[in-house]
Nanobody, 126 residues
């Protein structure tokens, strides 16, 4: 069992930066693909970014590529999502997810992940 807790959301202005974190309690995320998804009101859950199971590869959604960056702590129990040049359309609840059996071709599919956090709200507004 993996318990994930997101933190770091908040209200920022367009163009600002924000870093959100996903922490696994009681274990590391080694061997798990770890991803960020987001969901805005009335919209489907959208893939944002992910680490492969080995942690050696990163993947980004087209709408955030070049603006968002994944990183992780040395103990590999926390994954960060650095969000720069934020836009109003980035407003959503951001969810962290982890899965041991996620393969590369399905890394953008929410239904491949076994464990989810409760989400953290990010609001971009002037």
């Amino acid at each position: 069992q993996v318990q994930l807790v997101e933190s770091g959301g908040g209200l920022v202005q367009p163009g600002d930066s924000l870093r959100v974190a996903c922490t696994a309690s009681g274990r590391t995320l080694n061997g798990y693909a770890t991803a960020w998804f987001r969901q805005a009101p009335g919209k489907e859950r959208e893939f944002v970014a992910a680490y492969s199971r080995t942690g050696g590869y990163t993947y980004y959604g087209d709408s955030v590529k070049g603006r968002f960056t994944l990183s992780r702590d040395n103990g590999k129990s926390t994954v960060f999502l650095q969000m720069n040049s934020l836009k109003p359309e980035d407003t959503a609840v951001y969810f962290c997810a982890a899965g041991r059996g996620v393969i590369t071709s399905s890394i953008r599919s929410a239904n491949q992940y076994d464990y989810w956090g409760q989400g953290t709200q990010v609001t971009v507004s002037s």
